[in-house]
T-cell receptor, first 117, second 113 residues
Framework: AQKITQTQPGMFVQEKEAVTLDCTYD???????LFWYKQPSSGEMIFLIY????DEQNATEGRYSLNFQKARKSANLVISASQLGDSAMYFC??????????????WGLGTSLAVNP | GAVVSQHPSWVICKSGTSVKIECRSL??????MFWYRQFPKQSLMLMAT?????????EQGVEKDKFLINHASLTLSTLTVTSAHPEDSSFYIC?????????FGSGTRLTVV
């Protein structure tokens, strides 16, 4: 069965430093997609970055990069130069197997990141 | 990506009443919308997948008569919490799939008193 594991319930980082949030996944499919979302205290889910299983290069979006290690089934999020506004919950998710629009996201439990001034 | 509008952002209702939450896809025709529930400090829990013009597909353990979903058009899906009770108090959030990505509404914080 597909599964997403985030082993860090909470993380602290000093402002302007980099931080890595861990995510491992389990799937038997060869084609899949991995997502990271940020959820601030307001509750909205903000898309950060996407990595397709066939993408040869690690995805990057501004200060966010995804350290994709396919053989180890890990998709860690790296946030560089942390800012106070980065304090939030971060969720890793994987697109479910199958075809069509009904493909659901499988979610991890999330990591709460606190950026210290 | 798609722009998704969700209303209301918060609602307080009395126990026994029903509450309707709207999820609108403003710039994209969404044949499929997803409804989630989230308890404090927990992950998102998928409640149901809403398909335009047909019945929603509910996840195991979600009462379809309690959480009524209507997806009558390509831009609007509604979730009605019927005969709400305090244990229904939660954060409800909808999502639209567009291409490879998923866009979320801003969520609705429901408090039943």
């Amino acid at each position: 069965a597909q599964k997403i594991t985030q082993t860090q319930p909470g993380m602290f980082v000093q402002e302007k430093e980099a931080v890595t949030l861990d995510c491992t996944y389990d799937t038997s499919d060869q084609s899949y997609g991995l997502f990271w979302y940020k959820q601030p205290s307001s509750g909205e889910m903000i898309f950060l970055i996407y990595q397709g299983s066939y993408d040869e290069q690690n995805a990057t979006e501004g200060r966010y990069s995804l350290n994709f290690q396919k053989a180890r089934k890990s998709a860690n999020l790296v946030i560089s130069a942390s800012q106070l506004g980065d304090s939030a919950m971060y969720f890793c998710a994987m697109r479910e197997l199958g075809a069509g629009n009904n493909r659901k996201l499988i979610w991890g439990l999330g990591t709460s990141l606190a950026v210290n001034p | 990506g798609a722009v998704v509008s969700q209303h209301p952002s918060w609602v307080i209702c009395k126990s026994g009443t029903s509450v309707k939450i709207e999820c609108r896809s403003l710039d994209f025709q969404a044949t499929t919308m997803f409804w989630y529930r989230q308890f404090p400090k927990q992950s998102l829990m998928l409640m149901a997948t809403s398909n335009e013009g047909s019945k929603a597909t509910y996840e195991q353990g979600v009462e379809k008569d309690k959480f009524l979903i209507n997806h009558a058009s390509l831009t609007l899906s509604t979730l009605t919490v019927t005969s709400a009770h305090p244990e229904d108090s939660s954060f409800y959030i909808c999502s639209v799939r567009q291409g490879l990505g998923y866009t979320f509404g801003s969520g609705t914080r429901l408090t039943v008193v």
